[in-house]
Protein backbone atom coordinates (compact mmCIF):
# COMPACT_ATOMS: atom_id res chain seq x y z
CA UNK A 1 0.00 0.00 0.00
CA UNK A 2 1.32 3.41 -0.85
CA UNK A 3 1.36 5.75 2.16
CA UNK A 4 2.67 8.69 0.59
CA UNK A 5 2.35 9.72 -3.00
CA UNK A 6 3.70 13.19 -4.04
CA UNK A 7 2.56 14.41 -7.87
CA UNK A 8 3.91 16.95 -10.02
CA UNK A 9 5.12 19.02 -7.13
CA UNK A 10 6.27 22.59 -8.36
CA UNK A 11 7.40 25.22 -5.22
CA UNK A 12 8.99 28.75 -6.39
CA UNK A 13 9.99 31.24 -3.54
CA UNK A 14 9.77 34.79 -4.82
CA UNK A 15 11.58 34.21 -7.92
CA UNK A 16 13.87 31.15 -7.39
CA UNK A 17 12.11 27.97 -8.28
CA UNK A 18 13.05 25.53 -5.91
CA UNK A 19 10.59 22.05 -7.09
CA UNK A 20 10.40 21.56 -10.95
CA UNK A 21 8.07 19.02 -10.75
CA UNK A 22 8.52 16.03 -8.84
CA UNK A 23 6.82 12.91 -8.02
CA UNK A 24 7.47 10.40 -5.33
CA UNK A 25 5.16 7.62 -3.99
CA UNK A 26 6.18 5.42 -0.22
CA UNK A 27 5.15 2.14 -0.13
CA UNK A 28 3.94 0.72 3.47
CA UNK A 29 7.94 -0.39 5.66
CA UNK A 30 9.89 1.29 2.88
CA UNK A 31 12.72 3.54 3.89
CA UNK A 32 13.72 5.78 1.37
CA UNK A 33 16.44 8.29 1.37
CA UNK A 34 16.88 11.60 -0.54
CA UNK A 35 20.28 12.93 -1.57
CA UNK A 36 21.44 15.68 -2.93
CA UNK A 37 23.62 19.22 -2.84
CA UNK A 38 22.75 21.68 -0.96
CA UNK A 39 20.16 23.83 -2.59
CA UNK A 40 19.20 21.06 -4.54
CA UNK A 41 15.23 20.70 -3.10
CA UNK A 42 15.54 17.83 -1.02
CA UNK A 43 14.63 19.80 2.43
CA UNK A 44 11.53 21.73 0.63
CA UNK A 45 10.13 19.02 -0.64
CA UNK A 46 10.35 16.95 3.00
CA UNK A 47 8.73 20.98 4.32
CA UNK A 48 5.88 20.56 1.68
CA UNK A 49 5.42 17.04 2.69
CA UNK A 50 4.92 17.90 6.44
CA UNK A 51 2.90 20.93 5.52
CA UNK A 52 5.19 23.13 6.85
CA UNK A 53 5.64 24.85 4.07
CA UNK A 54 2.54 24.70 0.38
CA UNK A 55 2.81 23.64 -2.37
CA UNK A 56 2.21 25.79 -5.55
CA UNK A 57 1.01 23.21 -7.77
CA UNK A 58 0.57 19.22 -8.15
CA UNK A 59 -1.14 16.45 -5.71
CA UNK A 60 -0.22 14.92 -2.48
CA UNK A 61 -2.10 12.08 -0.74
CA UNK A 62 -1.43 10.35 2.32
CA UNK A 63 -2.80 6.80 2.54
CA UNK A 64 -4.75 7.11 -0.56
CA UNK A 65 -6.39 9.76 0.83
CA UNK A 66 -6.14 13.62 -0.51
CA UNK A 67 -4.28 16.52 1.42
CA UNK A 68 -3.65 18.64 -1.86
CA UNK A 69 -5.54 18.46 -4.85
CA UNK A 70 -5.08 20.15 -8.08
CA UNK A 71 -7.62 22.27 -9.51
CA UNK A 72 -6.66 23.97 -12.52
CA UNK A 73 -3.11 23.67 -11.88
CA UNK A 74 -3.44 24.86 -8.71
CA UNK A 75 -2.55 22.97 -5.38
CA UNK A 76 -5.63 23.01 -3.10
CA UNK A 77 -5.18 21.91 0.22
CA UNK A 78 -7.96 20.21 2.02
CA UNK A 79 -10.39 22.12 5.21
CA UNK A 80 -8.57 22.77 8.19
CA UNK A 81 -10.69 20.00 10.14
CA UNK A 82 -9.26 17.24 7.82
CA UNK A 83 -5.48 18.70 8.00
CA UNK A 84 -5.94 17.92 11.69
CA UNK A 85 -6.29 14.62 10.66
CA UNK A 86 -3.33 14.18 8.47
CA UNK A 87 -0.97 15.76 10.62
CA UNK A 88 -1.52 12.67 12.42
CA UNK A 89 -0.24 10.81 10.02
CA UNK A 90 3.05 11.48 10.31
CA UNK A 91 6.14 12.40 12.08
CA UNK A 92 9.08 14.65 11.58
CA UNK A 93 12.25 14.84 13.28
CA UNK A 94 14.01 17.97 12.57
CA UNK A 95 17.84 18.74 11.72
CA UNK A 96 18.57 20.54 15.00
CA UNK A 97 15.87 18.63 17.27
CA UNK A 98 13.55 21.54 17.92
CA UNK A 99 12.82 19.78 21.93
CA UNK A 100 10.95 22.00 23.52
CA UNK A 101 14.19 23.45 26.14
CA UNK A 102 11.10 24.15 29.45
CA UNK A 103 9.42 20.48 29.01
CA UNK A 104 11.69 17.72 30.65
CA UNK A 105 12.38 14.57 28.43
CA UNK A 106 9.09 12.73 29.30
CA UNK A 107 7.42 15.89 28.87
CA UNK A 108 8.45 16.53 25.56
CA UNK A 109 7.72 13.31 24.01
CA UNK A 110 3.99 13.21 26.09
CA UNK A 111 2.20 16.28 26.26
CA UNK A 112 1.40 15.99 22.46
CA UNK A 113 -0.31 12.75 22.59
CA UNK A 114 -2.28 13.73 25.84
CA UNK A 115 -3.27 17.49 24.64
CA UNK A 116 -3.39 16.87 20.81
CA UNK A 117 -4.59 13.56 20.26
CA UNK A 118 -6.43 13.34 23.26
CA UNK A 119 -5.36 10.00 24.36
CA UNK A 120 -5.14 8.49 27.85
CA UNK A 121 -2.66 10.05 30.04
CA UNK A 122 -1.82 6.76 31.89
CA UNK A 123 -1.27 4.87 28.56
CA UNK A 124 0.66 7.64 26.55
CA UNK A 125 2.78 7.44 30.15
CA UNK A 126 3.58 4.06 30.29
CA UNK A 127 4.00 4.06 26.52
CA UNK A 128 6.65 6.88 26.41
CA UNK A 129 8.64 5.38 29.40
CA UNK A 130 8.63 2.10 27.61
CA UNK A 131 10.07 3.69 24.10
CA UNK A 132 12.49 5.80 26.33
CA UNK A 133 14.06 3.07 27.92
CA UNK A 134 14.53 1.14 24.54
CA UNK A 135 16.39 4.55 23.03
CA UNK A 136 18.78 3.73 26.54
CA UNK A 137 17.39 7.16 27.87
CA UNK A 138 15.23 5.04 30.61
CA UNK A 139 17.76 7.20 33.65
CA UNK A 140 16.79 10.79 31.99
CA UNK A 141 12.97 11.10 31.99
CA UNK A 142 13.18 13.82 34.52
CA UNK A 143 16.08 15.67 32.38
CA UNK A 144 16.17 19.05 30.76
CA UNK A 145 16.97 19.05 27.25
CA UNK A 146 19.95 21.55 27.75
CA UNK A 147 21.28 18.52 29.95
CA UNK A 148 21.82 15.29 27.07
CA UNK A 149 24.52 15.58 24.50
CA UNK A 150 23.00 15.93 20.82
CA UNK A 151 22.80 12.46 20.22
CA UNK A 152 20.75 11.98 23.29
CA UNK A 153 18.47 14.99 22.35
CA UNK A 154 17.88 13.83 18.53
CA UNK A 155 16.49 10.26 20.05
CA UNK A 156 14.19 11.93 22.26
CA UNK A 157 13.22 14.01 19.18
CA UNK A 158 12.65 10.64 17.43
CA UNK A 159 10.91 9.09 20.84
CA UNK A 160 8.40 12.25 20.47
CA UNK A 161 7.55 11.62 16.78
CA UNK A 162 7.06 7.97 17.50
CA UNK A 163 4.80 8.84 20.27
CA UNK A 164 2.33 9.92 18.40
CA UNK A 165 1.85 6.73 16.18
CA UNK A 166 2.95 8.18 13.29
CA UNK A 167 2.39 5.91 9.62
CA UNK A 168 5.19 7.52 8.00
CA UNK A 169 8.31 9.20 9.95
CA UNK A 170 9.97 12.31 8.30
CA UNK A 171 14.13 13.05 9.04
CA UNK A 172 15.14 16.22 7.72
CA UNK A 173 19.25 15.85 8.24
CA UNK A 174 18.86 14.16 11.04
CA UNK A 175 22.17 13.75 11.79
CA UNK A 176 23.96 17.17 10.42
CA UNK A 177 23.94 18.65 13.21
CA UNK A 178 26.12 16.05 15.38
CA UNK A 179 29.25 14.73 15.88
CA UNK A 180 31.00 12.26 13.42
CA UNK A 181 30.50 9.91 16.39
CA UNK A 182 27.47 10.78 17.32
CA UNK A 183 25.86 9.84 13.76
CA UNK A 184 26.82 5.70 14.43
CA UNK A 185 24.47 6.58 17.56
CA UNK A 186 21.22 7.70 15.54
CA UNK A 187 21.82 5.18 12.26
CA UNK A 188 21.61 2.27 15.09
CA UNK A 189 18.16 3.56 16.07
CA UNK A 190 16.87 4.37 12.53
CA UNK A 191 18.08 0.51 11.69
CA UNK A 192 16.21 -0.71 14.57
CA UNK A 193 13.43 1.40 13.33
CA UNK A 194 13.56 -0.31 9.83
CA UNK A 195 13.71 -3.55 11.12
CA UNK A 196 10.37 -2.80 12.81
CA UNK A 197 8.88 -1.78 9.28
CA UNK A 198 8.75 1.61 10.28
CA UNK A 199 7.99 3.73 7.11
CA UNK A 200 10.76 6.32 6.72
CA UNK A 201 11.73 9.21 4.75
CA UNK A 202 15.14 10.67 5.21
CA UNK A 203 16.79 13.72 4.08
CA UNK A 204 20.57 13.40 4.38
CA UNK A 205 23.84 14.19 2.71
CA UNK A 206 25.48 11.56 4.58
CA UNK A 207 26.50 8.98 1.87
CA UNK A 208 27.11 6.13 4.58
CA UNK A 209 24.13 6.71 6.35
CA UNK A 210 21.89 6.66 2.83
CA UNK A 211 23.69 3.51 1.99
CA UNK A 212 23.16 1.93 5.77
CA UNK A 213 19.82 1.64 6.23
CA UNK A 214 17.70 2.71 3.31
CA UNK A 215 15.75 0.79 0.75
CA UNK A 216 15.55 2.56 -2.04
CA UNK A 217 17.92 5.92 -2.37
CA UNK A 218 16.27 9.35 -4.35
CA UNK A 219 18.96 11.64 -5.75
CA UNK A 220 17.51 15.21 -6.19
CA UNK A 221 19.79 18.16 -8.70
CA UNK A 222 18.52 21.64 -9.19
CA UNK A 223 14.78 20.73 -8.36
CA UNK A 224 14.51 17.34 -10.10
CA UNK A 225 14.76 13.53 -8.98
CA UNK A 226 17.57 12.90 -11.69
CA UNK A 227 18.02 9.03 -10.09
CA UNK A 228 16.60 7.10 -7.98
CA UNK A 229 16.87 2.95 -6.95
CA UNK A 230 18.48 0.37 -4.69
CA UNK A 231 21.44 1.90 -2.75
CA UNK A 232 24.14 -0.45 -4.11
CA UNK A 233 23.12 0.70 -7.86
CA UNK A 234 22.55 4.74 -6.76
CA UNK A 235 25.58 5.16 -4.61
CA UNK A 236 28.17 2.64 -5.93
CA UNK A 237 27.09 2.74 -9.64
CA UNK A 238 25.04 5.61 -10.41
CA UNK A 239 24.42 6.59 -14.28
CA UNK A 240 23.90 9.92 -13.72
CA UNK A 241 26.68 12.13 -14.90
CA UNK A 242 25.56 14.56 -11.76
CA UNK A 243 25.06 11.73 -9.39
CA UNK A 244 28.94 10.47 -10.30
CA UNK A 245 30.08 14.20 -10.03
CA UNK A 246 28.62 14.91 -6.42
CA UNK A 247 29.87 11.24 -5.06
CA UNK A 248 33.02 11.93 -6.44
CA UNK A 249 33.76 15.14 -4.72
CA UNK A 250 32.41 13.82 -1.09
CA UNK A 251 34.72 10.96 -1.22
CA UNK A 252 37.61 12.56 -2.30
CA UNK B 1 10.70 57.81 72.37
CA UNK B 2 9.95 54.71 70.18
CA UNK B 3 14.10 53.54 70.52
CA UNK B 4 12.30 50.39 71.98
CA UNK B 5 10.36 49.23 68.62
CA UNK B 6 13.25 49.96 66.94
CA UNK B 7 15.90 47.46 68.85
CA UNK B 8 13.28 44.96 68.53
CA UNK B 9 13.32 45.05 64.94
CA UNK B 10 17.07 45.33 64.93
CA UNK B 11 16.70 41.62 67.11
CA UNK B 12 14.08 40.41 64.53
CA UNK B 13 16.57 41.44 61.83
CA UNK B 14 19.79 39.63 63.20
CA UNK B 15 17.64 35.80 63.89
CA UNK B 16 18.28 34.95 60.30
CA UNK B 17 21.40 33.57 59.05
CA UNK B 18 21.22 33.83 55.43
CA UNK B 19 22.35 37.20 54.00
CA UNK B 20 19.31 37.44 51.22
CA UNK B 21 17.01 36.92 54.49
CA UNK B 22 18.13 39.59 56.16
CA UNK B 23 17.79 42.12 53.63
CA UNK B 24 14.63 40.95 53.22
CA UNK B 25 13.48 41.23 56.88
CA UNK B 26 15.42 45.01 57.28
CA UNK B 27 13.46 45.75 53.83
CA UNK B 28 10.11 44.40 55.20
CA UNK B 29 10.34 46.31 58.19
CA UNK B 30 11.31 49.65 57.23
CA UNK B 31 8.25 49.52 55.08
CA UNK B 32 5.89 48.45 57.54
CA UNK B 33 7.28 50.25 60.70
CA UNK B 34 5.74 53.67 59.31
CA UNK B 35 2.31 51.89 59.31
CA UNK B 36 2.69 50.48 62.37
CA UNK B 37 3.45 53.42 64.43
CA UNK B 38 0.60 55.19 62.67
CA UNK B 39 -1.34 52.22 64.18
CA UNK B 40 0.34 52.95 67.72
CA UNK B 41 -0.33 56.65 67.13
CA UNK B 42 2.80 57.00 68.08
CA UNK B 43 4.71 60.34 67.48
CA UNK B 44 8.14 61.80 68.02
CA UNK B 45 9.38 64.89 68.78
CA UNK B 46 11.05 66.58 66.11
CA UNK B 47 13.89 67.51 68.52
CA UNK B 48 16.58 64.59 68.32
CA UNK B 49 17.76 62.22 65.65
CA UNK B 50 15.78 59.36 65.46
CA UNK B 51 12.47 60.59 66.91
CA UNK B 52 12.69 63.23 64.36
CA UNK B 53 13.53 60.60 61.33
CA UNK B 54 10.27 58.71 62.38
CA UNK B 55 8.44 61.76 62.48
CA UNK B 56 9.17 62.47 59.33
CA UNK B 57 8.66 58.85 58.53
CA UNK B 58 5.14 58.97 59.69
CA UNK B 59 3.92 62.12 57.98
CA UNK B 60 5.27 60.47 55.04
CA UNK B 61 3.14 57.38 55.69
CA UNK B 62 0.01 57.95 54.00
CA UNK B 63 1.79 58.80 50.77
CA UNK B 64 4.21 55.77 50.87
CA UNK B 65 0.75 53.73 51.02
CA UNK B 66 -0.13 56.15 47.97
CA UNK B 67 2.43 55.25 46.06
CA UNK B 68 2.48 51.73 47.02
CA UNK B 69 -1.00 51.11 45.52
CA UNK B 70 0.10 53.37 42.47
CA UNK B 71 2.94 50.81 41.91
CA UNK B 72 0.64 47.44 42.83
CA UNK B 73 -2.42 48.94 40.38
CA UNK B 74 -0.10 49.94 37.39
CA UNK B 75 1.52 46.80 37.16
CA UNK B 76 -1.78 44.83 37.58
CA UNK B 77 -3.44 46.48 34.33
CA UNK B 78 -0.61 47.40 32.57
CA UNK B 79 0.80 44.08 32.05
CA UNK B 80 -1.91 41.94 31.00
CA UNK B 81 -3.06 45.53 28.57
CA UNK B 82 0.93 45.06 27.35
CA UNK B 83 0.27 41.53 26.30
CA UNK B 84 -2.86 42.70 24.42
CA UNK B 85 -1.10 45.52 22.88
CA UNK B 86 1.34 43.22 21.69
CA UNK B 87 -1.10 40.83 20.07
CA UNK B 88 -2.37 43.82 18.38
CA UNK B 89 1.15 44.94 17.21
CA UNK B 90 2.14 41.37 15.75
CA UNK B 91 -1.54 40.94 14.29
CA UNK B 92 -2.04 39.50 10.67
CA UNK B 93 -4.19 42.63 10.05
CA UNK B 94 -2.26 45.16 8.77
CA UNK B 95 -4.57 48.25 10.20
CA UNK B 96 -4.68 46.26 13.61
CA UNK B 97 -0.93 46.54 13.40
CA UNK B 98 -0.43 50.28 12.37
CA UNK B 99 -2.69 50.87 15.29
CA UNK B 100 -0.49 49.12 17.78
CA UNK B 101 2.30 51.06 16.47
CA UNK B 102 0.95 53.99 16.84
CA UNK B 103 -0.46 54.24 20.16
CA UNK B 104 3.35 52.75 20.60
CA UNK B 105 5.44 55.40 19.47
CA UNK B 106 2.15 58.26 21.02
CA UNK B 107 2.95 56.54 24.90
CA UNK B 108 6.91 56.51 24.25
CA UNK B 109 7.27 59.46 22.23
CA UNK B 110 5.73 61.51 24.45
CA UNK B 111 6.09 62.44 28.52
CA UNK B 112 4.66 60.63 31.10
CA UNK B 113 3.67 63.66 32.76
CA UNK B 114 1.56 65.52 29.78
CA UNK B 115 -0.13 61.99 29.39
CA UNK B 116 -1.36 62.11 32.81
CA UNK B 117 -2.31 65.50 32.40
CA UNK B 118 -4.20 64.52 29.43
CA UNK B 119 -5.84 61.75 31.35
CA UNK B 120 -6.96 63.95 34.19
CA UNK B 121 -8.09 67.15 32.12
CA UNK B 122 -9.31 66.03 28.94
CA UNK B 123 -12.45 64.29 30.34
CA UNK B 124 -13.12 67.99 31.64
CA UNK B 125 -12.27 69.87 28.61
CA UNK B 126 -13.72 67.47 26.13
CA UNK B 127 -16.75 66.71 27.73
CA UNK B 128 -17.20 69.05 30.48
CA UNK B 129 -17.45 66.13 33.23
CA UNK B 130 -16.55 68.26 36.48
CA UNK B 131 -13.21 67.33 37.96
CA UNK B 132 -12.92 65.77 41.70
CA UNK B 133 -10.65 64.93 44.14
CA UNK B 134 -11.08 61.07 43.74
CA UNK B 135 -10.92 60.94 39.92
CA UNK B 136 -6.76 61.78 40.60
CA UNK B 137 -6.33 58.39 41.89
CA UNK B 138 -8.03 56.59 38.93
CA UNK B 139 -6.55 59.25 36.39
CA UNK B 140 -2.96 58.04 37.71
CA UNK B 141 -3.25 55.05 37.44
CA UNK B 142 -5.39 54.78 33.71
CA UNK B 143 -2.54 57.07 32.86
CA UNK B 144 0.57 55.14 34.28
CA UNK B 145 -0.94 51.52 32.93
CA UNK B 146 -1.80 53.03 29.37
CA UNK B 147 1.81 54.20 29.11
CA UNK B 148 3.61 50.99 31.01
CA UNK B 149 1.15 48.79 28.50
CA UNK B 150 3.14 50.19 25.79
CA UNK B 151 6.82 49.73 27.36
CA UNK B 152 5.80 46.24 28.28
CA UNK B 153 4.00 45.26 25.12
CA UNK B 154 7.93 46.44 23.06
CA UNK B 155 9.46 43.76 26.02
CA UNK B 156 7.05 40.83 25.51
CA UNK B 157 7.13 41.06 21.91
CA UNK B 158 10.82 41.05 21.92
CA UNK B 159 10.47 37.96 24.29
CA UNK B 160 8.45 36.14 21.65
CA UNK B 161 10.53 37.27 18.68
CA UNK B 162 13.09 35.63 20.58
CA UNK B 163 11.31 32.01 20.82
CA UNK B 164 12.87 30.06 17.94
CA UNK B 165 10.97 29.57 14.75
CA UNK B 166 11.67 25.74 15.18
CA UNK B 167 9.45 25.80 18.28
CA UNK B 168 6.69 27.10 16.04
CA UNK B 169 7.38 23.98 13.64
CA UNK B 170 7.75 21.36 16.06
CA UNK B 171 4.62 22.31 17.48
CA UNK B 172 2.84 22.18 14.57
CA UNK B 173 3.78 19.25 13.28
CA UNK B 174 2.42 17.57 16.47
CA UNK B 175 -0.87 19.39 16.24
CA UNK B 176 -0.69 21.65 18.84
CA UNK B 177 -3.40 24.51 17.92
CA UNK B 178 -2.25 28.22 17.72
CA UNK B 179 -3.55 28.47 21.14
CA UNK B 180 -1.83 25.67 22.53
CA UNK B 181 1.31 26.56 20.96
CA UNK B 182 1.07 29.88 22.60
CA UNK B 183 0.26 28.98 26.14
CA UNK B 184 2.80 25.79 26.32
CA UNK B 185 5.31 26.57 24.02
CA UNK B 186 5.90 30.32 23.29
CA UNK B 187 4.52 32.03 26.61
CA UNK B 188 6.74 29.92 29.26
CA UNK B 189 9.82 30.59 26.97
CA UNK B 190 9.33 34.23 26.42
CA UNK B 191 8.60 34.97 30.44
CA UNK B 192 12.44 33.41 30.88
CA UNK B 193 13.46 35.87 27.98
CA UNK B 194 11.77 38.82 28.94
CA UNK B 195 12.71 38.63 32.91
CA UNK B 196 15.40 40.95 33.02
CA UNK B 197 13.92 44.04 31.00
CA UNK B 198 10.77 43.88 33.14
CA UNK B 199 12.53 44.67 36.25
CA UNK B 200 14.07 47.34 34.80
CA UNK B 201 11.00 48.75 33.89
CA UNK B 202 9.03 48.17 36.86
CA UNK B 203 11.52 49.89 38.53
CA UNK B 204 11.44 52.25 37.01
CA UNK B 205 7.41 52.72 37.78
CA UNK B 206 8.68 52.43 41.64
CA UNK B 207 10.13 55.89 41.15
CA UNK B 208 7.76 57.31 37.98
CA UNK B 209 5.02 56.80 40.81
CA UNK B 210 6.32 60.14 41.58
CA UNK B 211 5.32 61.94 38.68
CA UNK B 212 1.82 61.40 40.13
CA UNK B 213 2.44 65.10 41.98
CA UNK B 214 1.79 66.55 38.44
CA UNK B 215 -2.08 65.67 38.81
CA UNK B 216 -2.16 67.19 42.50
CA UNK B 217 -2.49 63.02 43.54
CA UNK B 218 -0.48 63.01 46.87
CA UNK B 219 1.67 59.93 47.03
CA UNK B 220 4.99 59.93 48.71
CA UNK B 221 6.79 62.13 46.87
CA UNK B 222 4.29 65.03 46.76
CA UNK B 223 4.36 64.42 50.79
CA UNK B 224 7.65 65.09 51.16
CA UNK B 225 8.11 68.05 49.20
CA UNK B 226 5.38 69.63 51.10
CA UNK B 227 7.15 69.23 54.50
CA UNK B 228 10.57 70.08 53.03
CA UNK B 229 8.79 73.04 52.08
CA UNK B 230 7.35 74.08 55.14
CA UNK B 231 10.47 72.82 57.63
CA UNK B 232 13.44 74.64 55.27
CA UNK B 233 14.83 71.42 55.75
CA UNK B 234 15.93 69.08 52.53
CA UNK B 235 16.26 65.98 54.53
CA UNK B 236 12.62 64.75 53.81
CA UNK B 237 13.40 64.65 50.52
CA UNK B 238 16.11 61.96 51.29
CA UNK B 239 14.17 60.25 53.23
CA UNK B 240 11.46 59.67 50.94
CA UNK B 241 15.01 58.80 48.38
CA UNK B 242 15.77 56.47 50.96
CA UNK B 243 11.95 55.10 50.66
CA UNK B 244 12.62 54.70 46.88
CA UNK B 245 15.93 53.14 47.18
CA UNK B 246 14.65 50.33 49.43
CA UNK B 247 11.36 49.67 47.75
CA UNK B 248 13.93 48.92 44.85
CA UNK B 249 16.13 46.52 46.60
CA UNK B 250 12.87 44.99 47.26
CA UNK B 251 12.00 44.61 43.67
CA UNK B 252 15.02 43.39 42.41
CA UNK B 253 15.34 41.17 45.23
CA UNK B 254 11.90 39.10 44.31
CA UNK B 255 12.22 39.50 40.55
CA UNK B 256 15.94 37.60 41.25
CA UNK B 257 14.54 35.15 42.89
CA UNK B 258 11.96 34.75 39.75
CA UNK B 259 15.07 34.85 37.36
CA UNK B 260 16.21 31.84 39.54
CA UNK B 261 13.55 29.37 39.47
CA UNK B 262 13.48 30.24 35.80
CA UNK B 263 16.88 29.00 35.34
CA UNK B 264 15.58 25.97 35.52
CA UNK B 265 16.39 24.65 31.92
CA UNK B 266 18.98 27.11 29.74
CA UNK B 267 17.57 27.26 26.05
Known amino acids: ?252 | MPLYEFGDIMKNIKKPSKNKGIIAIAVMATLLVPSLMTACGVSAEASDGFGWFFNVIVQLSDGMLASLELFALTLLFSMPLGLLICFARRSRFKIVELIAKFYISIMRGTPLMLQLLVVYFGPYFVFKVPLSTEYRFYAAIIGFSLNYAAYFAEIYRAGIEAVPGGQYEAAKVLGYTRRQTFMKIVFPQMVRHILPPVTNEVITLVKDTSLAFAIAFVEMFTLAKQISASESNIMPLFVAGLFYYIFNLVVSFVMGQIEKKMNYYSA
Request: charged residues 30%; aromatic residues 8%; hydrophobic residues 40%.
Open chain 1, 1 to 252: MKLLEINNIKKTFDDLEVLKDISISVEEGEVVSILGPSGSGKSTLLRCATMLETMDSGTMKYGGEYVVKDVDGKSVYASKREMKHFLHYFGLVFQNFNLFPHYTVLKNVIDAPIHTQKRDKAEVIERATHMLERMGLGDKLDYYPCQLSGGQQQRVAITRALAMKPKILFFDEPTSALDPELTGEILKVLRALAKRKMTMVIVTHEIEFARGVSDRVIFMDDGYIIEQGKPEDVIDNPENERVRAFLNKLSS
